[in-house]
């Protein structure tokens, strides 16, 4: 009786530290924000496939722009670990055109990041098949519009 109580008790310990988990194990993102396993987690560096922008409070109807990396425009997004993030936007010769730099965390399937002029922005996120979908809605009084991107880790 005593020993299957032990082994009960030690595994349940096991089951409590991250190096024996039962379920994902999660990382620290920034701030004390638990992230996904480290293939789901938005730390990493990503390309920029497309970004689409619509009219109206529904994402991904009535698309009125749609744009995709071509030479001149290249664009990658890496999320720190330490909570930082660097944005930049390359052309063929791989020159950095812009760059933004600042601080991220995430909260319930939420990005916030927080630009260097001190603009916040808020996405809501997704990551899928090493794919992170951000898309964000806009409400200017009667005015609507969204946007959505999709970046795909590289890392």
Same mark, same amino acid.
């Given at each position: 009786?005593? @020993?299957?109580? &032990? /082994? /009960? ?5 096991? +089951?409590?530290?991250?190096?024996? &988990? ?7 993102? @920034? ?5 996904? $396993?480290? %293939?789901n987690?938005?730390?990493?560096l *990503?390309n920029?496939?497309?970004s +689409?922008?619509?009219?109206g $409070?529904v994402?991904g109807?009535s ?5 995709? !990396?071509n !030479?001149?425009?290249?664009r990658?997004?890496?999320f720190k ?5 660097? *944005? ?5 010769q791989?020159?950095? &055109?812009? %760059? ?5 965390? $995430?909260?319930?399937?939420?990005? =916030? ?9 808020? =996405?809501? =996120?997704? /990551?899928?098949?090493n794919?992170?979908n ?9 005015f609507a519009?969204? /946007?959505?991107?999709t970046?795909q880790?590289?890392?």
């Amino acid at each position: 009786m005593l @020993s299957i109580l &032990l /082994i /009960i008790v030690v595994l349940f310990l096991a +089951a409590c530290s991250e190096d024996f &988990l039962f379920f994902p194990a999660s990382e620290d993102d @920034s701030g004390g924000n638990k992230a996904q $396993t480290q %293939t789901n987690s938005i730390v990493g560096l *990503w390309n920029w496939v497309q970004s +689409a922008q619509g009219v109206g $409070t529904v994402v991904g109807d009535s698309t009125t722009n749609t744009q995709t !990396p071509n !030479p001149n425009d290249r664009r990658t997004l890496e999320f720190k670990s330490d909570g930082s993030y660097i *944005w930049q936007q390359k052309n063929d010769q791989d020159s950095v &055109l812009v %760059t933004d730099t600042g601080m991220w965390r $995430t909260e319930n399937n939420k990005l =916030y990041y927080n630009e260097a002029s001190g603009f916040p922005v808020t =996405y809501d =996120y997704q /990551i899928s098949n090493n794919n992170l979908n951000l898309s964000q809605v806009n409400q200017d009084g009667e005015f609507a519009y969204w /946007i959505q991107e999709t970046w795909q880790k590289t890392n």
